[in-house]
């Protein structure tokens, strides 16, 4: 018998972590959030990667973020965030792989030199080439918007708007010099701002 | 009928590809990308707003993500073989899909395999190359520790996952990088490579596709 409350493994600040977060929020599934060490004897047992984040449920392990919120979901039998029927499943699978292809890669460099201010990656062409790859992401975001009408796989908040919100909180917390306006995007971005769970672990002032 | 849209010789359309073979399911394949183009059309990118390979189409039903469309195969053709039915499996072979993307793909494919096939020897960043074989051996490591007492990542069936990691193999081991011993992940690979739907899709060589000079 599993207990109610899920242990999250991870640092609250983590991009990955506050999917798991805010995807407990719109679950309404009870959570407890620890910060083990990385390193630690307690946590590396748990995730031979030694990333985070980890969720425990019971006596079950789990680790990739993206597999976790499905997991939940899956579990809670959400099927409002995440439907049992193959197709419509699929359709929201495609923009959380989405995200993990395109979308993260696109800004990895840019979101190192712009909000880490990590020293390796501070080459201006390196900067430009993730930025303008980061636009065209977004620019696919907005362009799905408008024709999927409100959120990014329908016309109803499903389980991909977690990581896409996310990932478009960050692309509005990062500072770029002349960021394109997509309107279709800024408006989803307040919409989004509606849900206690995304002002809670997503628009809460961390990139 | 099932229909692929895609290059064969994209390590991408070849996790679709292998899943079919494995499922046994009639299909069609349609050359697009790369030097066949084709991803540019306002007819493609209605279906793929990434205009990239593959996407699905199933009876009318499209789909587009790699790793979406094995699930979406695997769940509506092979649950119980290729999905595992019990949800902790599934949820574990889905992390190891995951963990392809996130910790493989970019140094095995976007590092390794592209600089060695699409970049000139000369222009070749053999620094970045050398650094990404590393990290992904290292990587492979955690994947060497989960089979060391399994024939197949999730245990004794081939599934979903060992179609994501296992397609990125073939090239790992036959690009000219720097690889560290990973006996459990060479036995098995050399068990992937007996499986005809393996050798029919994936063990495409892909010296044709290298750029003059590299």
Redesign the interface.
Same mark, same amino acid.
């Given at each position: 018998m599993k207990p109610a409350t899920l242990k999250i493994l991870g640092k609250p600040s983590s991009i990955n972590v506050r999917k798991v977060l805010w995807a407990c929020e719109e679950i309404g599934r009870p959570f407890v959030l620890e910060e083990p060490a990385l390193g630690s004897a307690e946590f590396r047992p748990l995730n031979p990667n030694g990333l985070m984040p980890v969720i425990v449920d019971g006596d079950f392990v789990l680790w990739e973020s993206n597999t976790i919120i499905r997991y939940l979901a899956n579990d809670a039998a959400a099927e409002n965030l995440l439907p049992s029927d193959a197709r419509a499943r699929a359709l929201v699978e495609t923009w959380i792989d989405w995200q993990a292809t395109e979308f993260n890669t696109a800004w990895r460099y840019a979101f190192q030199a712009l909000v880490r201010k990590s020293p390796p990656h501070q080459n201006k062409a390196d900067i430009a080439a993730s930025v303008r790859d980061w636009t065209k992401a977004v620019a696919i975001v907005d362009g799905q918007l408008r024709r999927s009408n409100r959120f990014i796989a329908g016309p109803a908040f499903t389980l991909a708007d977690i990581p896409i919100g996310l990932s478009i909180n960050r692309w509005f917390m990062t500072p770029i010099e002349n960021r394109p306006s997509f309107p279709a995007v800024r408006a989803y971005y307040e919409r989004l701002s509606e849900r206690p769970g995304f002002m809670l672990h997503g628009r809460n002032g961390i990139p | 009928m099932l229909k692929i849209l895609g290059r064969k010789t994209s390590v991408n359309v070849q996790k679709a590809m292998w899943t079919v073979g494995e499922l046994g399911l009639p299909h069609e394949r349609a050359d697009l990308g790369g030097e066949f183009g084709g991803l540019d059309t306002p007819e493609y990118i209605a279906l793929n707003?990434?205009r990239l390979v593959p996407t699905l189409d199933d009876g009318g039903?499209t /789909? +587009?993500?790699s790793?979406? %469309?094995i699930?979406?195969l695997s769940? *509506?053709y092979g649950h119980g073989t290729l999905a595992p039915a019990d949800?902790?499996a599934y @949820?574990?072979a889905? =992390?190891w899909?995951? +963990?392809s /993307? *996130?910790?493989l793909? =970019?140094d095995v494919i /976007?590092t390794c395999f592209i600089q060695h096939v699409r970049v000139t020897a000369k222009d070749r960043d053999v620094a970045a190359v050398a650094a990404a074989a590393k990290r992904a051996g290292e990587?492979l490591g %955690?994947l060497d @520790?989960?089979l060391a007492s399994r024939q197949f990542v999730m245990g004794g069936q081939l599934t979903i996952a060992d179609i994501a990691v296992g397609t990125l193999m073939y090239r790992y081991f036959n690009l000219p990088v720097a690889r560290p011993s990973l006996p459990n992940v060479e036995a098995w690979y050399a068990r992937l490579t007996q499986r005809p739907a393996y050798q029919a899709h994936v063990m495409i060589d892909f010296k044709p596709m290298m750029v003059a000079g590299a």
């Open positions: - | 707003p990434n039903f /789909l +587009w993500e790793n979406t %469309i699930r979406y769940r *509506t949800p902790h @949820a574990r889905e =992390a899909m995951d +963990w /993307l *996130t910790s793909y =970019a /976007l990587k %955690i @520790a989960q």
